[in-house]
T-cell receptor, first 109, second 113 residues
Framework: RKEVEQDPGPFNVPEGATVAFNCTYSNSASQSFFWYRQDCRKEPKLLMSVYSSGNEDGRFTAQLNRASQYISLLIRDSKLSDSATYLCVVIRYGQNFVFGPGTRLSVLP | DVKVTQSSRYLVKRTGEKVFLECVQDMDHENMFWYRQDPGLGLRLIYFSYDVKMKEKGDIPEGYSVSREKKERFSLILESASTNQTSMYLC????????????FGEGSRLTVL
């Protein structure tokens, strides 16, 4: 079993839709959690951190459930520019980043 | 702006050749990383370095070595390239203690024939 798992998608949604991505991690010692975004043929970039209390950044909301070892990302009012692959990232042992395989999102006009 | 520069965007090598992938960052970051990215597998950590002359094995170090003689430069070496090392290689850096943000280079796509 992979340490970080995501639904690979693709998720094809119309503009304006709300879409949610899920991520599960297997190592209970995982300490920090993030969502990265990777555009086609580009490098990954940090989208947002994920905190236990849940956090929001504009149209994006991230949530963490440590008991269930589950992380989510919600995107409201999808834009064409949101089309990308979203990578769930977990830090273990204080240093090593472990990346999920990513979920591909296509927002359609 | 942080910049991480990888020396080659595209390389084509033959089996058995020695391959050097160079990475330079300009923000005085202590930590540097080499990943490979393959479809369905995500990014996998090959090697990382906490500081100059330090290196640690990641999850898939076999067939690779690294060098960090200067703080800004982290090189990945394939001593004898094999076809299963065909992949996208991504270098990243991070300031020590700043847990969340990795800054990536644009990647080097290596094809081994």
């Amino acid at each position: 079993r992979k340490e970080v798992e995501q639904d690979p998608g693709p998720f094809n949604v119309p503009e304006g839709a709300t879409v949610a991505f899920n991520c599960t991690y297997s190592n209970s010692a995982s300490q920090s959690f993030f969502w990265y975004r990777q555009d086609c043929r580009k490098e990954p970039k940090l989208l947002m951190s994920v905190y236990s209390s849940g956090n929001e950044d504009g149209r994006f909301t991230a949530q963490l459930n440590r008991a269930s070892q589950y992380i989510s990302l919600l995107i409201r009012d999808s834009k064409l520019s949101d089309s990308a692959t979203y990578l769930c990232v977990v830090i273990r042992y204080g240093q090593n980043f472990v990346f999920g395989p990513g979920t591909r999102l296509s927002v359609l006009p | 702006d942080v910049k991480v520069t990888q020396s080659s965007r595209y390389l084509v090598k033959r089996t058995g050749e020695k391959v050097f992938l160079e990475c330079v960052q300009d923000m005085d970051h202590e930590n540097m990383f080499w990943y490979r990215q393959d479809p369905g597998l995500g990014l996998r950590l090959i090697y990382f370095s906490y500081d100059v002359k330090m290196k640690e094995k990641g999850d898939i170090p076999e067939g690779y070595s690294v060098s960090r003689e200067k703080k800004e430069r982290f090189s990945l070496i394939l001593e004898s390239a094999s076809t299963n090392q065909t992949s996208m290689y991504l270098c990243a850096s991070r300031r020590d203690g700043n847990t969340g943000e990795l800054f990536f280079g644009e990647g080097s796509r290596l094809t081994v024939l």
